[in-house]
């Protein structure tokens, strides 16, 4: 797997890691990135990781474009030979599927949908085989999720389930975008789910809500006082769904800041995944739930 590069001017350089998602993509990309920052390179001014890729930003009256370039290539090489591990966390984030704001929502946009007679969470079932949208959100909420990167809007996670490829959930985004979304809605679109942290527009598909704030520029929620946005590329997460009880309940503790999210602190190798998933993956809730 060689990396693909290419100049974006003179400020920029864009590293296409695979031209396909998978987690051996991501985590040669994350190494990357994470080398480029402990290497403290003159001239680097951002470093942006992203599903597959990743873009570095630099500036050039420090660093000549082609100096940069070799710098990569040498880290990539660095990165070939590590070995595929990284400390993490693994986040429990609650869930209220089917929830009433984003049917409400998903609703007054169906001519913008695959399946205007039916609901996003029907039409994501039916198409990728499940019987039922019960059957559906337990293989949506039944394995963790790898943040592969974080943006589009300030601090929205786009996540990919620590499934075989074969077990991958795929659902095109709306025909046409929405022009509204609701606050925290727990979308989908291609093989990535995401969390939208602010209300807005959107062309995910809308399966529920969470009361978990992922974003906060007043760092007033306890969780994002060290930091305004809570997500961070290698984060795991694992949905947990809820009725609208416990949604409400947890709803109320957020507005007091007082909620906490259940975190775990664990390192993943991504050999022992490959060769077993689903025992990797109960391991992983073993760490989150051993409290």
Known sequence: MANRYSHGGDEHIFVEVDEAMSLD????SIAITNAVREAKIDGV??????????????????????????ELKQ???????????????????PVYYKDPWTHETLMRFRERHQDPNGTDLEYAARINGYATVDDFIAA????????SMVGFVAGL????????????????????????TPKQTVGYGGCFSCVYSVRGAGGYQMFGITPMPIYDPTQQQPHLRDFLVF?????????API?????????????????????????????????????????????????
């Open 25 to 28: 993509a991501f985590f040669k």
């Open 45 to 70: 001014t951002e470093i942006c990781p992203a599903n597959a890729s990743f873009q570095i930003k630099f500036d050039p009256d420090r660093i000549k474009p082609d100096d940069m370039l070799a």
């Open 75 to 93: 880290l990539e090489a660095a990165a070939d030979k590590a070995e595929s591990t990284m400390k993490t966390r693994i986040v429990e984030m």
């Open 140 to 147: 949506h909420s039944g394995a963790p999720w790898f943040v």
């Open 157 to 180: 996670p786009f996540l990919y389930q620590t499934v075989g490829r074969d077990k991958q959930i795929q659902v095109p985004k709306y025909v046409r975008p929405r022009t509204d």
């Open 231 to 239: 997500f961070s590329p290698g984060d795991l997460v694992k949905f």
């Open 243 to 291: 009725d609208r009880e416990t949604y409400d309940g947890i709803l109320g503790e957020v507005e007091a800041r007082r909620w906490m999210p259940r975190v775990a602190e664990l390192t993943f190798s991504l050999d022992a995944f490959n060769a077993d998933h689903d025992a990797y993956n109960a391991k992983m809730l073993e760490a989150l739930y051993a409290n």
